[in-house]
């Protein structure tokens, strides 16, 4: 069975994607809702390094952003086969057209909304993030939620102020809303 044939036996809409900038607690609040509800834990990022063998900054550095992009896209289907999974998709996987049809055609997507200082102080010194590898990583960031805002807003079936809730608060509102919707 291919890639794809796999992907079409797929129930819809029965994976929990968390989207949302760098920052936003993607990794942290997916690796807390897979363990309450029982369900495999993916950080996208995580998959794309264990496939490539080398890290992100790497991959950018040899292959540029398009060449991370499409790796990302790449993994993204593969991990789509894992059947009811949570999965923490990096920052700019939304960017991608099909990354976001993929996303809505097989899983509730979960914006987490950050708002820039809190991202800020949450990865000022995280040095595994090349596109904040600039002399105002603040401004940057700034920049990169102002282009994304709208696309992750619309790529969302619900989204989620994480700037001040605590992590159980947000774990909660997620189970909550996917049960809504007949998630198990």
């Known amino acids: 069975m291919t890639d794809t044939q796999a992907l079409n036996v797929l129930p819809a809409k029965n994976i929990i994607i968390l989207?949302?900038?760098?920052?936003?607690?993607?990794?942290?609040?997916?690796?807390?809702?897979?363990?309450?509800?029982?369900?495999?834990?993916?950080?996208?990022?995580?998959?794309?390094v264990e496939r490539c063998g080398v890290d992100i900054?790497?991959?950018?550095?040899?292959?540029?952003?398009?060449?991370?992009?499409?790796?990302?896209?790449?993994?993204?289907?593969?991990?789509?086969?894992?059947?009811?999974i949570v999965l923490a998709t990096g920052g700019g996987a939304v960017?991608?057209?099909?990354?976001?049809q993929l996303m809505q055609q097989y899983g509730q997507v979960f914006y987490l909304r950050v708002?820039?200082?809190?991202?800020?102080?949450?990865?000022?010194?995280?040095?595994?993030?090349?596109?904040?590898?600039?002399?105002?990583?603040?401004?940057?960031?700034?920049?990169?939620?102002?282009?994304?805002?709208?696309i992750y807003e619309a790529a969302a079936d619900h989204i989620l102020d994480s700037t001040e809730d605590s992590l159980n608060v947000v774990v909660n509102q997620i189970i909550n809303l996917s049960a809504e919707r007949g998630l198990k």
């Not at 292959?63 to 790449?74: A, L, Q, Y």
């Not at 960017?95 to 976001?100: I, V």
């Open 19 to 48: 989207i949302g900038m760098m920052g936003a607690g993607k990794t942290t609040i997916g690796r807390a809702l897979a363990r309450k509800i029982g369900r495999k834990f993916i950080d996208l990022d995580h998959a794309i």
């Open 57 to 84: 900054p790497t991959i950018f550095d040899i292959e540029g952003e398009e060449g991370f992009r499409k790796r990302e896209t790449e993994v993204l289907q593969d991990v789509l086969g894992d059947g009811d």
């Open 95 to 100: 960017l991608r057209e099909e990354n976001r």
């Open 115 to 150: 708002d820039v200082d809190e991202l800020y102080r949450r990865v000022a010194k995280d040095k595994n993030r090349p596109l904040l590898a600039t002399a105002n990583p603040k401004a940057r960031l700034a920049e990169l939620l102002a282009a994304r805002a709208a």
